[in-house]
């Protein structure tokens, strides 16, 4: 398996595994017209933006025999009081489990001198115990925002939850454990 920085020739893959992840765990959430229908284009020019304007963010992805199985996009100084932003970590289904999101939170964390925080929805339980088995605590709630700030993308207002480490060097202690 290989981790890497991600650059602009990797956004139709990354935006592909992003739209599949979604699609699993946002269902009910956001609106399945939204979801089946609109967000591959919408996934597709967010995704082309960030990788080709990488100013104050990193996005890392997880390779293995030539796929994109994974990735972690991370903002940096996206808060003044919980530090940079993880603003999506998605591992393909079949392969849960197996320590790669562990891996790209780590790599995400790499070099954050503040703290480390993300939003997960409420409705997605398994996220929140992956985040609180590997230290984050649950902080407040917050209404979803909806995707390119259109409500009739989200169904009703789902909550999300904000997930935090202060010290996000506690993060980074498996780095290396797929590079030996």
């Given at each position: 398996?290989?981790?890497?920085?991600?650059?602009?020739?990797?956004?139709?893959?990354?935006?592909?595994?992003?739209g599949?992840?979604?699609?699993?765990?946002?269902?009910?959430?956001?609106?399945?017209?939204?979801?089946?229908?609109?967000?591959?284009?919408?996934l597709?020019?967010?995704?082309?933006?960030?990788?080709?304007?990488?100013?104050?963010?990193?996005?890392?992805?997880?390779?293995?025999?030539g796929?994109?199985?994974?990735?972690?996009?991370?903002?940096?100084?996206?808060?003044?009081?919980?530090?940079?932003?993880?603003?999506?970590?998605?591992?393909?289904?079949?392969?849960?489990?197996?320590?790669?999101?562990?891996?790209?939170?780590?790599?995400?964390?790499?070099?954050?001198?503040?703290?480390?925080?993300?939003?997960?929805?409420?409705?997605?339980?398994?996220?929140?115990?992956?985040?609180?088995?590997?230290?984050?605590?649950?902080?407040?709630?917050?209404?979803?925002?909806?995707?390119?700030?259109?409500?009739?993308?989200?169904?009703g207002?789902?909550?999300?939850?904000?997930?935090?480490?202060?010290?996000?060097?506690?993060?980074?202690?498996?780095?290396?454990?797929?590079?030996?």
């Open positions: 398996m290989d981790f890497r920085v991600a650059g602009s020739e990797d956004a139709a893959a990354v935006a592909e595994l992003h599949d992840s979604w699609r699993r765990h946002y269902r009910g959430a956001y609106a399945d017209a939204f979801l089946d229908d609109e967000s591959p284009e919408y597709g020019a967010m995704w082309a933006k960030r990788l080709a304007d990488r100013d104050g963010t990193r996005t890392t992805v997880a390779e293995y025999d796929q994109l199985i994974g990735l972690a996009h991370v903002v940096f100084d996206a808060d003044p009081a919980y530090g940079a932003l993880v603003d999506n970590l998605h591992v393909r289904a079949p392969l849960k489990g197996q320590g790669i999101g562990t891996e790209l939170l780590a790599r995400a964390a790499t070099g954050v001198p503040t703290g480390l925080y993300l939003w997960v929805l409420e409705q997605n339980t398994a996220a929140q115990a992956f985040y609180e088995a590997r230290g984050g605590i649950r902080g407040d709630r917050r209404n979803v925002p909806p995707p390119g700030g259109e409500p009739r993308r989200l169904n207002t789902p909550v999300c939850l904000r997930y935090y480490w202060p010290d996000p060097v506690s993060l980074t202690v498996s780095i290396n454990a797929y590079d030996a």
